[in-house]
């Protein structure tokens, strides 16, 4: 019985030494912070390093703007959103869509007429050519839900304001708070028709960005 009780206690050590390193591994390769494109530098939070955003493109797998099963992704410098699944969309009553005033998606004005809701898919932060976010590895999150706030018109998209926020899947003790935006603009944007004159796709291409990472905060007492 003692051995057995001096094995049981050697395992438990064993595993609390092994919790203790994976914890102390994580804080090593994790760069807490708040990441800005160029354009938001200038953003009281955001620290000296900047990314730079290549595209974001949904496709009407749906059947058209707005419709439920079309699929949102974004590509930039050390992050990808891939597989967004659009699940709902909401006329908004008032311009700001019940956001609180001081939410930075109002600010400089902005009003919004859509909340669009996405779910599932993943996102992935990896370390990119200047170790941003991590020193080695990768952050991911699955099982997303993606809010996207909207302005548009009779002829489609003039300005979005997507936020999105939750634990990483296999680093919990830290978090990601996300704020990307984007105006339509002669030279940024495209939709794609097929032979028929139906949309395909539309896509738009350096939007701006807000990542933050930052520890996870406990949950209750």
């Known amino acids: 019985m003692?051995?057995?009780a001096l094995v049981s206690l050697a395992f438990l050590v064993a595993m609390l030494l092994s919790f203790s390193a994976q914890a102390k591994n994580v804080v090593d390769r994790v760069n807490a912070g708040t990441y800005c494109t160029e354009g938001l530098a200038g953003y009281d939070?955001?620290?000296d390093e900047t990314f730079a955003t290549k595209f974001w493109k949904e496709k009407f797998f749906g059947g058209g703007p707005g419709q439920a099963g079309n699929v949102l992704m974004a590509i930039g410098q050390g992050f990808?959103?891939?597989n967004v699944v659009l699940e709902?969309?909401?006329g908004c009553a008032s311009g700001d869509c019940g956001l609180p005033p001081d939410h930075p998606c109002l600010l400089n004005g902005a009003t919004y007429n859509y909340k669009t809701i996405y779910t599932g898919?993943?996102?992935r932060l990896n370390k990119g050519p200047r170790k941003l976010?991590?020193?080695?590895?990768?952050?991911k999150a699955t099982d997303l839900t993606v809010t996207n706030y909207s302005t548009n018109d009779a002829e489609g998209l003039l300005h979005f304001c997507l936020v999105m926020e939750g634990p990483f899947t296999n680093a919990p003790e830290y978090s990601y708070d996300i704020i990307a935006t984007f105006d339509v603009e002669d030279d940024n944007y495209q939709i794609k028709y097929d032979d028929e004159g139906n949309q395909v796709f539309h896509r738009g291409y350096e939007f701006d960005a807000i990542i933050e990472i930052s520890p996870t905060p406990p949950v209750g007492p």
């Open 2 to 4: 003692k051995k057995i």
């Open 45 to 47: 939070s955001c620290s």
């Open 133 to 139: 976010w991590v020193n080695k590895g990768k952050l």
């Open 121 to 123: 898919g993943f996102l």
């Open 88 to 90: 709902t969309v909401e």
């Open 80 to 82: 990808t959103l891939q």
